[in-house]
Each structure stands twice: as C-alpha cells, then as structure tokens.
C-alpha cells in the first residue's frame, strides 16, 4: 500500500533535513554534504546560506574549510555553476557528470567558437600545465583518459613542469575575513563566475539578499594576512595567499604538488604548449565555459585566491586523499542520489535530472542509478497526485512530520529552492514564479511561510526589506528578520 502524504508535510520535513527549521548543523562541511553542495557563484549568498543553518557567521569557517583544511573545495559542478562541496564526495560528482559529455556536441562547440580538436586538446593539455611534474605533464593520452574514463587522444607532450623563475610557492594561510572598504568582496572570495547569464561588467549586484556588490566579477585586491599557512609556510607579506605580491606572470607552486594559475596564466601556458593562438580569444571570452569541461572530469577545481583574483589548480594535487581515479559511475551514481533524496526528497528521477544536469542525463543511466537505489526506496502518494521516490529508512519521519508554521528568510541561491523544479507549484506559487526566478538565472532572495515562498526580500544599506505576495504572522516575520540581521556583516 502506497503511503499519502501531503506537500506542506515534504516541505516542513525537507526545512528540517536541510538545517532550516532546526538548524544545528556542526559546520559549513556538514551544511554542505546534507545539501549535496552549497552554491557559490554569489559569495554573500553561500556565507549566509551556511550561517542560517550553523546558526552563526560562517565567512572564517568556509575560508579555512577551503583553504586550510581543504575539506571543502570550490568548483563549476552542478548545473555547471559553482559550488562548494565536501572534498571527500567531488569525486562522485565528477564521475557522473563526466557522462554528459556535452562539450562533445557540435551545437556547444559552435556556441563558444571552438573546434572539437580544440576541446580536446583543452582535455588533454591543462591536466598537465596544472601539474608540477615533468611526468605528469608527459603524461600519454592513454594515461590521462584512463583516469577520467571515456577522454580525448593525447595532444602530445606539454612544456617541462619546473618551476619558472617567476613560480611562488604558497605558504601563507588567506587573510581571514579581510574586507576591502564599501562593498567590495572579501579578498578570498574573489570569483571568476557571474549568476548564469550576468555580463562580464555586472561587477556588483545587491540580488543575492545581501548588502553589497563586487561579489561577482572581481574582488578587492587586499594588503593579506601573516602566519602560517595552509600547508605549514610561513607568510611572506603581500598578497592575501603569502610568498609577496603577485608578479608579472608568476604563478603559484602548491607545496603539496600542483600548481595555482590565474586564468590569465593558464590561458597563456595552454597556448604555449598547443601552439593554437585561438584558444586564448576563446577562454578568455567567456565565464569559465571551456574549463567546465575539465571540471566535470575532476581535472581542474578552484584553487587558493591570490591577490583577490581567482586561481585554478587540479584535485589530484589539492585535495586529500583524492583518487587515483574517478569511481566507476554506476556507483558513484548510486550514491549521489542517496545523498539527493536525503536533502531533497522525496522526488522523482527528472528531479534529479533537472538538479543536477538541468534535465539533460543520459536517460539509461538515470534509470539505472535509481534502479540499482530500488532495495533502498518507498514510492509515496503526495496530495495532488504525483508519485515520489524516497528513502525507506525516512519513511516513518516524513509521516509523523506536521506541516511547519514557521517564517524564515533565506538567500538568494539556496538549495531548498534549487533542489526542486521551479515550477512546482506547492513550493513557489505560480503567481511567485517569476519573482523568484529572475532574468539572467538570478535566484532571489525567498520569504518562506509554513514551507512555501511566500515572498521575496533584500538587504541594502544595512536595512532588510520584504516583498510578500501572502500575509505571513508579523511576529514571526519579525523574528526571521532579526535571525538573518544578526547574521549579515
């Protein structure tokens, strides 16, 4: 017999699996893996995002969670925009979003003016300029497609890997929480990726909830912080990442291994080692597309800020225990899925579609990642007659669940809005819909009453204000209004 629930029950339950209602949760890391992820293309909007659900600022935390500790890592992944995830699941991720293989369409390769020798050569050259040694940047086509599953053919061999004259190594652990003055982005939250769809000169938008541009296009530039660093090194002085000011053309050789390039600086050694001058047009375009590629591979993730601008490095040097090889996707799949429907379910497979590919998935694998999943889930009813997915062992907890009378206010971009479709009704009224879901991809800022958008809101000049499309209780109002305040910085 199929259990009936009903949709304010799924959204009280889902408010609660996803530290909102209860809060709790002992981290940014733990915040992240309940979420699969937390997105991160607006920085203001993953701190409070993490802050509302550890119940505190959280902007030190995810610094040393990504820098540091490196538990937490930054890169393109679901959806092919930025999040952060725990270090120890990228790997799952990368595996099956590698099965796309949407660069290898001739509409994506005309779409960002590139040939599929190009894309290739992409695949197969920045592995190795990302890597500090000679054999691994002699790596063979063989050897490099063997770690990402289906891969290009080698290019041939890329430049010798030693350091240059100009190479710095990093040792100084990120300034803190250094904020420039007015309302530039803090110094390690430089990004190198705008909403979908923002120009390259929408440098400073207020839409992610918070006060405060710059978030998006640059970030300040930063005196840095003294101390330890990340891996042990002692700062140096200059640059917010230590070893001194960024130089001409200098990059950063990671004690760990690997090496830390700006994008200016992977474009022009991934031109030197092809010999195609057109790549740099192409990668220097756009917002990261022709890297997104190599992200879903796990070849290439974000790595430490240098001088308030982005840097990119490899997982296999930065990331701890990072495999020596993707999981096969038939497990990793598996797993993914889990960790979906224990967040945001129960749902249905093109919800995890849409989620995560933006409903694109290979429909033979969906089906058998969630029928290799089947021992381990229920099918239930909701009241207006969709039959969901979920896991068996949450069964009895989303039954018992009451519907939540609750206000609370979350940021633009947030996962309980993102982890479902867009149009589903008992989550954002149709009349919402549009308020919500912005031109450009822009996700707004959401009131949510008894677990539905209720309306939307913003900060500016250290003020919040609400919209509301249905009245809410003003004292609960009020005291979502001051949980969010305390939290703003």
Known sequence: MTTKVTWPQILAWRLRRQ???????????????????VQAQVASSARLAVAIRCGGPAHDEIDRALWVDRTLVKTWIMRGTLHLVPSDTLADHCAVLGTSRFWEKGSWQRGHGVTAGEIAALIDTIPGVLSAETSALRATGEETSARRGKGAPASGDRPPGAPSAGARTL???????AEASGDQAPVTWASDDPPTGAKASDSGSSGSGTSGGGEVGGGASGSGASGRGPIGGAASGGGPVGGGASGGGAYDDLECGGRAMTREELVEAVVAATGDAHLKEALTSGWGALLKPLSHLG???????????????????????????LPPHEEAG??????????????????????????????????GWFRDLAPELTEVEADDGRRLLM?????????????????HLLPGFDQYILGAPRDLAPLIPPPLKARVS??????????VHEGRVAGVWEARDGRLTVDLAHPVPQASLDEALARVHALLP
Do not use: N
Request: net charge positive.
């Open 438 to 447: 912005r031109q450009a991809g822009w996700i707004s800022p959401v009131v």
């Open 19 to 37: 530290f909102v209602s209860e809060g709790g949760a002992s981290d940014a890391v733990a915040v992240a893996r309940r979420l699969c992820g």
């Open 171 to 177: 040792g100084a652990r990120p300034s803190a929480a």
């Open 391 to 407: 896991l068996t062992e949450h069964l009895d907890d989303l039954a018992g669940t009451s519907p939540s009378s609750e206000v």
């Open 334 to 367: 598996v797993r993914v899925v889990r960790a979906f429907l224990g967040a945001h379910g129960p749902a249905t497979p093109e919800m995890f579609d849409a989620w995560l590919f933006r409903g694109t998935a290979r429909k033979a694998l969906l089906k």
């Open 299 to 325: 070849e290439l993730c974000y790595g430490p800020p240098r001088d308030g601008r982005v840097t990119f490095t490899t997982p296999r040097a930065w990331l701890p225990g990072w495999p020596a090889a």
